[in-house]
T-cell receptor
Framework: NAGVTQTPKFQVLKTGQSMTLQCAQDMNHNSMYWYRQDPGMGLRLIYYSASEGTTDKGEVPNGYNVSRLNKREFSLRLESAAPSQTSVYFC?????????????FGPGTRLTVL | EDQVTQSPEALRLQEGESSSLNCSYTVSGLRGLFWYRQDPGKGPEFLFTLYSAGEEKEKERLKATLTKKESFLHITAPKPEDSATYLCAPSGGYQKVTFGIGTKLQVIP
């Protein structure tokens, strides 16, 4: 089992460009999450999907959109990238919803917006 | 608002020198507290989940404990491979997990 996989690993964008971060899990988990990690701050939740077909905003959703494509895949889209979105992005998944179940994280995508 | 503070921010130990990392939290209705390990350039790796005050869990040289206001991660006789950032994350209810900034541990041979 690969666990949680993310693509790409690194990306450099110019301000205003768009891109989609891909995430997939092979653990048959119901819930999936997108976080960002910035220096001096804890992981912050952008969006999550408690189950296939549902998505909800987290703490910092502005500037992002998500799609739960199927049970395995959860993508994060930046429509018009801004320098403030320079960060490391992590996808995670958990068997159950409700944030009481263990979340398993992917390796991350390091995004720089110039 | 849920809050979590981890201390110290950084800790340097000699190999074999035991110590503890602290996680203080203010969460309404704690439903669980997670500990993760994060290596540079990698995603967080799950270590433990604690659900109630008084609970303890162990894994190799690590032991996590929980009170109503704090959690401790005790490291006994650490080795250089234990060097990493350790993250604490209490879950304070539906749709909410708050991650601490972490304690960066360096174990020197």
């Amino acid at each position: 089992n690969a666990g949680v996989t993310q693509t790409p690993k690194f990306q450099v964008l110019k301000t205003g460009q768009s891109m989609t971060l891909q995430c997939a899990q092979d653990m048959n988990h119901n819930s999936m999450y997108w976080y960002r990690q910035d220096p001096g701050m804890g992981l912050r939740l952008i969006y999550y999907s408690a189950s296939e077909g549902t998505t909800d905003k987290g703490e910092v959703p502005n500037g992002y959109n998500v799609s739960r494509l199927n049970k395995r895949e959860f993508s994060l889209r930046l429509e018009s990238a801004a320098p403030s979105q320079t960060s490391v992005y992590f996808c995670a998944s958990s068997e159950a919803s409700g944030f009481t179940d263990t979340q398993y994280f992917g390796p991350g995508t390091r995004l720089t917006v110039l | 608002e849920d809050q979590v503070t981890q201390s110290p921010e950084a800790l340097r130990l000699q190999e074999g020198e035991s110590s503890s990392l602290n996680c203080s939290y203010t969460v309404s209705g704690l439903r669980g507290l997670f500990w993760y390990r994060q290596d540079p350039g990698k995603g967080p790796e799950f270590l433990f989940t604690l659900y109630s005050a008084g609970e303890e869990k162990e894994k190799e040289r690590l032991k996590a404990t929980l009170t109503k206001k704090e959690s401790f991660l005790h490291i006994t006789a650490p080795k250089p491979e234990d060097s990493a950032t350790y993250l604490c994350a209490p879950s304070g209810g539906y749709q909410k997990v708050t991650f601490g900034i972490g304690t960066k541990l360096q174990v020197i041979p």
